[in-house]
Each structure stands twice: as structure tokens, then as C-alpha cells.
């Protein structure tokens, strides 16, 4: 829900400046605005002893002497995360065979997992009948369930990723020959998140004899989470009310 309550404030600092004449109707557009909306959320943001006078004065002072060549460097440097979800995108989008129902996961979704697994070895394993001092108890489940935990973080990610790249487009996401790999595929994976985005990691779960009814369950609240974030970030997003 993260990139929701980004949308929201988002939203709402669009609202204050609009009542008070910030956006000009002759450039306005939905880019210009969500731009314009951060760069505003980023100076209200506390900094140090810095006020907003400060701020602004150090605005007027630096912002001259920024070039398009040094915003180039600076993404290239800062922008890793997103260069490693777009190899592995490459990876799943130019792989051979039938990855339809194929769970894979990546790097960055298995980091993101950690804590999950962290929270599990330190709390709740105990309630599983696993003793800390037979570790073989322990790892005998841990690569299974270190991969469900990042197939499901990996799928909210992408869900994320649906959602922010919706905010930066209007419309759909489409299938278009001159879109980047990454997005080809995303827009190829929207279907199996609208439709049945865990049957990749129910058919590993039903292969090892680890999926019951509590888990399909389980999975139905993901689905039904998943969408319900898709449709308030759209309804946010064209200040509509939406059908929930």
C-alpha cells in the first residue's frame, strides 16, 4: 500500500496548488503535475535545522548550474535497484520454454524477503516444532520457504511497479513493439495478476505435498489485496470512484 499513500499525497498536494494557481492549464498534464506534486512533498520534508526560506534560497542558488549530463550520471548511479529488476525482467522476458507456470524469483525480491524469514527463525518456528539446536530441522524447509516469501514479495513488487507505471501513462499498459523488455513483460504478466497470479507457486507447493486448503485460502486474500490496490490507485489516480 506504499505506493498508494504516495499517490494519495501526491493527490492531495496536486489539490493545494491548484487552489492556489501553481499550475499553469497552458502546460498541465498529468506528468507535469505528479512532478510538480513531489518536488513540493520533497521541500516540506524536514532537513536538518533548514526552513523553507533556506530551502528555497539553496533551490535559486544550485539549480542553475544543473545540467542534463549530470542528472544522466546521477541516475546511472542511484537508479541500481531498478537496473537489477530490469535485468531480471530481460532474464524472464528472453528465457526459452514455457514460463507461464514457471515460479521464478530474483535477487531483489529474495533481499526483500530477509526480514520475513529473519522474523520466523526468531519467533514462530518454535511453534512448528523446530528446535534451535537440530539446524537440519530448520533448513530441511528453509529453501522452500525462502522462495515462496520472495515469489510473493517479487509479485507485490510488480504489482507496485503496475501501479506506478499507470501513473505515468495514460491508460492500459499495452503490448507494443517499442517498449523496453521490462515493460513488455510486465504488461505480459498484468493477465496472470488479474487472473491467477499464484498458480506458478501453488504447482511448486502441490509438487512438494505442501499446498492444503489454508494456503489457497491464503492466496485468495493476496489476489483479492492486490487488486483492491490496483483499483485505488487507478481511482485515485482519475479522481473517480471506483467500484470496490
Not at 105 to 116: C, E, H, K, P
Request: glycine share 4%.
Amino acid at each position: 500500500m506504499e505506493e498508494l499513500k504516495k499517490l494519495e499525497e501526491a493527490q492531495r498536494m496536486i489539490t493545494l496548488m491548484e487552489s492556489h494557481a501553481l499550475l499553469s492549464s497552458s502546460s498541465s498534464s498529468s506528468s507535469n503535475n505528479r512532478f510538480l506534486a513531489n518536488l513540493f512533498l520533497l521541500l516540506i520534508q524536514q532537513c536538518g535545522d533548514l526552513d523553507f526560506k533556506d530551502k528555497l534560497s539553496l533551490i535559486n542558488q544550485h539549480l542553475p548550474k544543473i545540467s542534463d549530463s549530470f542528472l544522466e550520471e546521477a541516475s546511472l548511479l542511484f537508479n541500481r535497484k531498478e537496473a537489477v529488476l530490469q535485468t531480471e525482467s530481460k532474464f524472464i522476458a528472453n528465457s526459452n520454454g514455457d514460463l507461464e507456470d514457471m515460479a521464478l524469483v530474483g535477487l531483489d525480491a529474495m533481499q526483500r524477503a530477509n526480514s520475513t524469514l529473519e522474523d520466523f527463525c526468531r519467533s514462530y518456528f518454535m511453534f512448528h516444532e523446530m528446535d534451535i539446536n537440530k539446524p537440519r530441522s530448520i533448513f530441511k524447509y528453509l529453501p522452500l520457504l525462502s522462495f515462496t516469501e520472495s515469489y510473493i514479495y517479487q509479485m507485490d513488487s510488480l504489482n507496485e511497479k503496475i501501479v506506478n507505471m499507470q501513473s505515468n501513462r495514460v491508460g492500459a499498459i499495452e503490448r507494443k513493439p517499442h517498449m523496453e523488455v521490462s515493460e513488455r513483460w510486465i504488461g505480459k504478466s498484468i493477465d496472470m495478476l488479474k487472473n491467477d497470479p499464484f498458480r506458478p507457486l501453488s504447482n511448486q507447493l502441490q509438487h512438494h505435498g505442501l499446498l492444503t486448503e489454508r494456503i489457497n485460502e491464503e492466496f485468495r486474500f493476496g489476489e483479492e489485496y492486490w487488486d483492491l490496490e490496483r483499483k485505488l490507485c487507478s481511482a485515485l489516480m482519475n479522481q473517480t470512484e471506483g467500484q470496490l
